[in-house]
């Protein structure tokens, strides 16, 4: 059986982003933003984890553009930006 070039394409597109996703915490900070956009502050206090640790997992998602980051007032709210890992996490929360 030979895999399709196009499917070939995708599955190299995407094997990175699932790597990105597939570290423990940085998925359970998917979920969080996906059920509820989230600042910082509420991320480590709801994940019980220091505001320096969940900082740098969400450089690291925003870095391969699976979140982005909005201002308002003295507070950075994140939400998932890539359709492809909003799908996926809406998938796994709801499953």
């Known amino acids: 059986m030979e895999i399709d070039k196009s499917l070939v394409e995708k599955i190299e597109h995407l ?3 699932l790597k990105v996703c ?3 915490l ?3 900070i998917l979920c ?3 059920k509820n956009e989230s600042c910082v502050t509420e991320l480590w206090t709801c994940l019980n984890q220091t505001q320096p640790v969940v900082s740098q997992h969400l450089a690291v998602l925003k870095k391969r553009d699976i979140v982005r980051s909005s201002v308002r007032g003295n507070k950075r709210y994140y939400s998932i930006i890539n359709p492809f890992i909003k799908t996926l996490v809406r998938d796994i929360i709801l499953s």
């Open 15 to 17: 094997a990175p982003l």
């Open 32 to 34: 969080a933003i996906e």
């Open 22 to 24: 597939g570290h423990p």
């Open 26 to 28: 940085r998925l359970k």
